[in-house]
Nanobody, 117 residues
Framework: QVQFVESGGGLVPPGGSLRLSCTAS????????MGWYRQAPGKRRELVAG???????IYADSVKGRFAISRDVAKNTVYLQMNSLEPEDTAVYYC???????????WGQGTQVTVSS
């Protein structure tokens, strides 16, 4: 069973940047349709960015123009570059499948992102 490990979170001031990484424990075609979700305290988990068919990318309206998703298939890794971070971006970020919906067994520990001065 493939596992995914998220990393790269931290504490940054408003306007700062972070790059998150999500690495699969083994080579998997699923990396082609992975994405990033986040869950803030007291809120439902939401899709932030992801890959769909043909390498197309999708973004939540709240992060368009600020976040960029990318991947390195050879490294079994998906990245999320986050710029111009806002306090509202504070959440635990997880990676999971986008096309076809998330897979229960893919949820990892996530990585905490805190945007605060």
């Amino acid at each position: 069973q493939v596992q995914f490990v998220e990393s790269g979170g931290g504490l940054v001031p408003p306007g700062g940047s972070l790059r998150l990484s999500c690495t699969a424990s083994k080579s998997t075609a699923g990396i082609l349709v992975m994405g990033w979700y986040r869950q803030a305290p007291g809120k439902r988990r939401e899709l932030v960015a992801g890959f769909t068919t043909g390498g197309r990318t999708i973004y939540a309206d709240s992060v368009k123009g600020r976040f960029a998703i990318s991947r390195d298939v050879a490294k079994n890794t998906v990245y999320l570059q986050m710029n111009s971070l806002e306090p509202e971006d504070t959440a635990v970020y997880y990676c999971n499948r986008v096309l076809g919906g998330p897979v229960d067994d893919y949820w990892g520990q996530g990585t905490q992102v805190t945007v605060s001065s």
